[in-house]
């Protein structure tokens, strides 16, 4: 296997301007800030964090959606930007969280799974139609589907078609933005199960978004904790859901909620003030609601602590390793 | 009752459209009236510019001392009221459609580039949309008949480059809408060009809200037409348009009410039907579902 990277992230930046209006201020909104990252091919790497943390942001980067401000993505060794559109749809594909939002509700289910093959525009038709029945009955479609509207289908067999239409090109890498979401729970493992067969099937590189640590923890291989538009923890599943390192990630893991009733809702001592990626907090960017923050979590920025295959950016995580 | 109401709910879409009366009725309307634009020549009993001064303004079928050969009586030109009417439907109907399918080019091409560029492509349609908005029709048409004189071609064009307002505005925010749903990013992460995107991903979901637009241009073009004309600016005379019937009319309205009336329910009518039908064909084009 190449040493190459299935997707590198180099001090990715990217900023939206909201209007203030007509006699307001433009304030810039710092969705994701300097984030690096590789996934390695073949592994699953599991991104984490609350809503509004910019993880969404970074999968649009990443399949190239959206351009970066500052910084450049890689897939497969090359550069996003400037990427012939047929060839970077063969290399990467995304599955979306909501599936009814995901299929275009006025074409049938044929014609949305073979739309990349189309695209490609060097299939003969009845190729695309026995490729099309073929990866249909792979996700567990009947292939008379092909012939439905997506209203006539239920959440998870639409998910099964998104899934389809990512992986009929064959692609590399599979964008997963929060695929399992929007399901109901029975649903829900038979779609995680289904993703793993086909991971394993034809030797895919996952990046998976999911807000629900359950579902990262059975599979990734290594999980990235996004608190603000950054990185502040990645390490290996195992070890990060051992012995977490930054107290965000901690606070993650204690938010879990424990299927006994009585115990409500867990207090991990974040406080209610929820972060504003408009206005972000000087020196470490999780200082305000941190419950073990020092004197100088509010001033000066942490700095990146990074080992083999771990890293975190935390000062109590340097005082922890002194 | 919960039951009911989603039912109805999840079955709505294609059916419930020709489930309703109101549907039918305006496809009626405008199916006739269409007819009747079509096969005018065939269909009027006399010639509508043929005038008989020994025969002015008798009275329609319904009253009293009428002509069984003019059924809606004649004007006061002594021109058979019924074939100028049938005439007229084909000024409106002619009017309604080629200004609605101008208008409706300009708008949806100016609105759904707009809204998928968005940034400063957006910026220039929205300035583009508000100059529009700032501009009279009425003057326009004051100052377009006064500088060129008047003309059913002038009038068409001068409506169908002033009426596109409502079609890009429409275009425009449902284009912004459905660019941002996740089918067209996974229709651009499929490798699709921006044509083919917008073409078939984009148009045809925003479809049902531009034809119930156009159904709503094609009835304020007929009713603007008439307004025009009853001013003396839209089609010149003796072309029989139903707006400059009613101009015509009204100084015999305290005498002979119904020479007024005829054309005055005939607009009524067409325009009603054809917002009926309008919100049948909303109905209709909706996918089924309601998200």
Known sequence: MSATPAIEVKSARRTFRTSGGLFGTAREVVAVDDVSLAVPAGSVLGIVGESGCGKSTLARLILGLLPTTAGEVLVDGQRLDGMDRRFRAELIQPVFQDPFASLNPRRRIGDIVALPLVAQGKFAGAEIGRKVAEMLERVGLASDMAGRLPAELSGGQRQRVAIARALILRPRIVVCDEPTSALDVSVQAQILNLLAELRREFNLTYLFISHNLAVVEHVATEVAVMYLGRIVEQAPTAELFHAPRHPYTRALLASVLTPEPGLGVPDVGLGDILPDPANIPPGCRFHPRCPVAIERCGSVAPPLLAAAHSRVECHLAVAGAA | ?291
């Not at chain 2, 083919?196 to 148009?203: D, M, S």
């Open chain 2, 1 to 291: 009752m919960t039951d009911i109401a989603v039912v109805s709910v999840t079955t709505a879409g294609p059916r419930r459209g020709w489930r309703s009366l109101g549907t039918w009725l305006g496809a009626a309307v405008v199916g006739i009236t269409l007819f009747a634009a079509i096969f005018g020549p065939w269909l009027a009993p006399h010639d509508p510019f043929t005038q008989d001064l020994t025969r002015r303004l008798l009275p329609p079928f319904w009253m009293d001392g009428t002509d069984p050969a003019h059924p809606f009586g004649t004007d006061q030109l002594g021109r058979d009221y019924l074939s100028r009417l049938i005439y007229g439907a084909r000024i409106s109907m002619l009017i309604g459609i080629a200004v609605t399918i101008t208008s409706g080019v300009i708008g949806i091409v100016l609105g759904v580039i707009g809204g998928f560029a968005g940034g400063k492509v957006d910026d220039a349609v929205l300035f583009a949309i508000t100059c529009r908005l700032s501009i009279p029709v009425v003057l326009v048409a004051l100052a377009v008949v006064g500088l060129l004189g008047s003309s059913l071609t002038l009038l068409v064009l001068t409506l169908g480059l002033l009426l596109w307002d409502r079609f890009a505005v429409v275009a425009r925010s449902t284009t912004m809408q459905v660019r941002n749903l996740d089918f067209v990013a996974a229709a651009w992460c499929a490798g699709c060009s921006r044509g083919y995107i917008l073409a078939r991903e984009v148009l045809p979901n925003i479809a049902s809200h531009l034809a119930v637009v156009a159904t709503l241009e094609i009835a304020l073009a007929i009713l603007l037409e008439a307004a025009l004309s009853f001013l003396g600016l839209g089609v010149p005379p003796p072309l029989p348009s139903w707006g400059l019937m009613i101009a015509e009319a009204k100084e015999y309205m305290f005498f002979s009410p119904w020479v007024i009336m005829i054309p005055g329910v005939a607009l009524f009518v067409l325009v009603f039907g054809i917002n009926l039908l309008g919100d049948g064909l909303r109905d209709l084009l909706g996918t089924g579902e309601r998200s």
